[in-house]
């Protein structure tokens, strides 16, 4: 599905990704990890095509697709979804304006007619529930006035509305409390299937107790220095990344 | 460039006043003689420091001083912009009032006059005396001057005591005209103490030639009346719309104003809002779209006389190509208009580096109890909120799209004809995606 081949990038000149490599196969849940500053959203930003970063180096291939040529609007399409960690607010767009807008642009692009009005609001209506969201929510401007909580169950929501091939979960867990973190958590399982595929960055450990990954990798200065199982989460949650970190540096 | 005008009016002030009322002709030489004196206006004055005129007032236009009948069809013109609003329909032919024989008209509330001031002024004069030129005569305004000198027709609205108008009025001014031309329209609206009406004017032009209005509109908002004005410019690039709009409200009034300038050459709104009586409420809004050479220029003032009133003003403008705005928020607190309340906003968004913007308030306070802000702001697009749209598969232009559509919607939120509203947004979106909104009418307009 997609895979990363020696990628470096900068921002404002600076190096932060420095050869990263990584391959992710359908129904694979791939937990990335690491110290502050170690590249972890540099990675998120530059697959899904944030133009402040600059790919010096290295491919990105998605179902045989060179991503880095593509619009950040084509990824998205091609099934990509980043899930914000800083979700943006944007006042005076509606919630349903906005999503009605992306999910038509994403049947445009594979030759579909528009979705009909009440099916639209049928598929907000069922998604909705799926993140026990606010019932409101479709009059509100986008994430304006939300709080923490529910700007991250927003993100999942729109997820589910998208139904992306692959899903990049940006530090999905920071700022929620273990409620609001059970829910997201249980959108994100629940929109699991064989076919698709997710990359969960995060700090901590806590969310990978409700979101099990198959891989677990360590992200420092710009690389993947370490991949294991679920396990190694758990080992870094107790020792910290130091170790690792004298290890890299060490060589 | 003023000379041809003063050689005009010496020359034909006699025809001028034998095609117009009594009432009109009493201010005339007056308002001649403060034009001779004040001129054009430049942008040496302060209060047109935004407005650049000399180009437009170099062009050598007619004027229709025998006001010789002009050829139109106006529903041809009008199967345009703010069609299906339920609304009684009037027309205004460059500066003439146009009858229409138009059945819904017929059902007009008791009492309520509305027609060619020029007519009303000798059927009714005493409608007249109080209150035709009361505002602008000591505007000491160059523009408005000219227009006390020239002017001969335009509309009139009179409503009485406590009635209240059902369905919005509206006003379609149409330009036409085979040449050059100059318009200087006089309308004249009176509320009396309780009437409600809702005023939508619409300026539309029609033939490729160049065209100047110089209109001035006084409205007289009595105790507790309540007034709507909505206007509506969506003309050619040949055009050249000098507007003013002077407004007296006396006690526990309610006026909204919301001007919206979607499609111009250049313009120049002049408001004036006075607060003449305790608890006025005050809301004035606007909103512009320019591109390529437009240039809008609102110089707004409100003038709060009395204590107790409230205030509120926003606008808003959206400026692309090499198109310039002008914003000036005057607001005037005198010293006894204790526990006032007044808030100006106007934020800009320029979507290129060679549009600009100018914007200025300007508060004067003598009151020591009151409460008042200002805020103005020029920026551009909000790149977050753009990226994080498009990582949602919306594209570019759709996305810039949604977000200066979302910048100017609280204006046209403030648009309380619900039909209207809807209007205004739809032609607002068209005008935002490059699909001119223009009327089927217009010519030039590409």
Redesign the interface.
């Known amino acids: 599905m997609l895979q990363i081949k020696n990628l470096h990038a900068n921002i404002n000149g600076k190096e932060i990704l420095k050869g990263l490599s990584l391959t992710v196969r359908p129904g694979e849940i791939h937990a990335i990890m690491g110290p502050n500053g170690a590249g972890k959203s540099t990675l998120a930003s530059v697959l899904?095509?944030?133009?402040a970063f600059e790919v010096t180096k290295g491919d990105v291939i998605f179902y045989g697709k060179n991503l880095l040529e593509l619009?950040?609007?084509d990824?998205?399409?091609e099934g990509i979804?980043?899930s914000?960690q800083y979700?943006?607010?944007?006042?005076?767009?509606s919630m349903v304006?906005?999503m009605r807008?992306?999910?038509n642009?994403?049947r445009k692009?594979k030759n579909l007619e528009p979705m009909s009005a009440t099916d639209f609001l049928r598929t907000m209506r069922e998604k909705k529930e799926l993140v026990e969201m606010n019932s409101n929510l479709a009059n509100r401007?986008?994430n304006e006035g939300f709080s923490g909580g529910e700007k991250k169950k927003n993100e999942i929501f729109?997820m589910a509305m998208?139904d992306p091939r692959l899903s990049i979960l940006d530090e999905t867990d920071s700022g929620l409390d273990i409620d609001a973190l059970r829910i997201v958590a249980n959108g994100v399982n629940k929109l699991k299937t064989p076919e698709n595929a997710s990359i969960v960055i995060t700090h901590y450990q806590r969310l990978l107790d409700y979101i099990v990954p198959d891989f677990v990798h360590v992200l420092y200065d710009g690389r993947i220095v370490k991949s294991g199982g679920k396990e190694l989460a758990l080992e870094l949650e107790e020792k910290g990344y130091d170790w690792i970190k004298k290890e890299v540096d060490g060589e | 460039m003023e000379q041809q005008y003063i050689d005009l009016y010496k020359e034909h002030h006699e025809s001028i006043k034998k095609h117009s009322a009594e009432v009109m002709n009493e201010l005339r030489d007056n308002s001649f003689a403060q034009f001779e004196k004040l001129r054009f206006p430049t942008v040496m004055l302060e209060n047109y420091k935004y407005s650049d005129l000399k180009t437009p007032l170099a062009i050598d236009y007619g004027l229709n001083i025998n006001r010789i009948p002009i050829p139109v069809n106006p529903y041809d013109v009008f199967k345009c912009d703010v069609p299906g609003i339920n609304s009684y329909l009037f027309f205004v032919v460059n500066d003439a009032f146009y009858p229409v024989n138009e059945p819904r008209n017929k059902k007009l509330p008791k009492g309520v006059i509305i027609g060619s001031i020029n007519e009303v002024a000798s059927s009714h004069p005493e409608l007249l005396k109080d209150y035709y030129g009361k505002l602008s005569k000591t505007k000491n305004d160059g523009l408005v001057a000219f227009n006390g000198a020239f002017a001969q027709d335009g509309f009139f609205m009179y409503v009485p005591k406590n009635v209240v108008l059902d369905k919005p009025i509206q006003l379609v001014n149409i330009m036409r005209s085979d040449v050059n031309f100059m318009a200087n329209s006089h309308n004249l609206i009176i509320l009396e103490e309780g009437a409600k009406a809702q005023f939508l004017i619409c300026d539309h032009t029609v033939d490729d030639v160049n065209f100047l209005s110089n209109r001035v509109t006084e409205v007289f908002v009595g105790e507790n009346a309540t007034y709507e004005h909505y206007k509506l410019e969506n003309t050619h690039t040949k055009t050249t719309n000098l507007s003013t709009l002077l407004i007296d409200q006396r006690a526990s009034s309610n006026v909204t104003a919301n001007v919206i300038t979607l499609h111009n050459g250049i313009t120049r709104n002049t408001i004036e809002i006075d607060l003449d009586g305790e608890h006025c409420e005050t809301l004035l809004c606007g909103m512009v779209i320019g591109d390529k050479n437009q240039q809008v220029d609102n110089f707004t003032s409100i003038i709060h006389n009395k204590p107790n009133c409230n205030s509120r003003e926003l606008f808003k403008y959206v400026l692309d190509d090499l198109s310039k705005g002008g914003f000036t928020g005057k607001l005037y607190v005198a010293k006894d208009a204790q526990k006032t309340s007044a808030f100006q906003t106007n934020r800009n968004i320029l979507l290129n580096k060679t549009a600009k913007m100018r914007t200025k308030p300007q508060l004067e306070i003598y009151a020591d109890d009151v409460k008042c802000s200002h805020g103005a702001t020029i920026g551009q697009l909000d790149e977050t909120a753009k990226f994080y749209m498009q990582s949602r598969g919306i594209s570019e232009s759709e996305a810039r799209l949604l977000l200066m559509f979302a910048f100017t919607n609280d204006v046209i939120e403030n648009i309380r004809i619900p039909a209207l509203q809807d209007r205004i947004k739809l032609l607002v979106e068209k005008r935002l995606r490059g699909e001119l909104s223009k009327c089927e009418g217009c010519v030039i307009c590409q």
């Not at chain 1, 899904?48 to 133009?51: H, I, M, R, W």
């Open positions: 899904s095509g944030n133009q619009s950040p609007e990824r998205s399409r979804f980043l914000f979700p943006v607010e944007i006042p005076g767009v304006n906005f807008t992306a999910l642009e994403h692009y401007s986008v729109q998208l």
